[in-house]
């Protein structure tokens, strides 16, 4: 099993950046494919973006391509997410996943372990 504790979030304003982090503890970080969700109030939760375990290889929802990084560092057990030129339509609880999948996924019903999650607010 692998534990997910997330960081980083807090109050922003329109045109911001943040950058959240997200560090893991119990197996070996590197075997797992890591993605980002968020879930903003009365809505589902959503995917944001995921990163693959091996090569780095990187997905995006259209609705943050070009504005969020999703990145990883294997030898800190830590995945990121740089999140720049926010909107308030980027106001959710961030979420980071881990799966064992093959490959990096949109799908987070293929996610097995979750973190609590860590509030992100944009303000006008």
């Known amino acids: 099993q692998v534990q997910l504790v997330e960081s980083g979030g807090g109050l922003v304003q329109a045109g911001d950046s943040l950058r959240l982090s997200c560090a893991a503890s119990?197996?070996?970080?590197?075997?797992?494919?890591m993605g980002w969700f968020r879930q903003a109030p009365g809505k589902e939760r959503e995917f944001v973006a995921a990163?693959?375990?091996?090569?780095?290889?990187?997905i995006y929802a259209d609705s943050v391509k070009g504005r969020f990084t999703i990145s990883r560092d294997n030898a800190k057990n830590t995945v990121f997410l740089q999140m720049n030129s926010m909107k308030p339509e980027d106001t959710a609880v961030y979420y980071c996943?881990?799966?064992?999948?093959?490959?990096?996924?949109?799908?987070?019903?293929?996610?097995?372990?979750w973190g609590q999650g860590t509030q992100v607010t944009v303000s006008s």
């Open positions: 996943a881990a799966t064992e999948t093959n490959s990096a996924s949109r799908n987070q019903a293929l996610y097995d372990y």
């Open positions: 119990g197996r070996t970080f590197s075997s797992y494919q």
């Open positions: 990163v693959s375990r091996r090569y780095g290889i990187t």
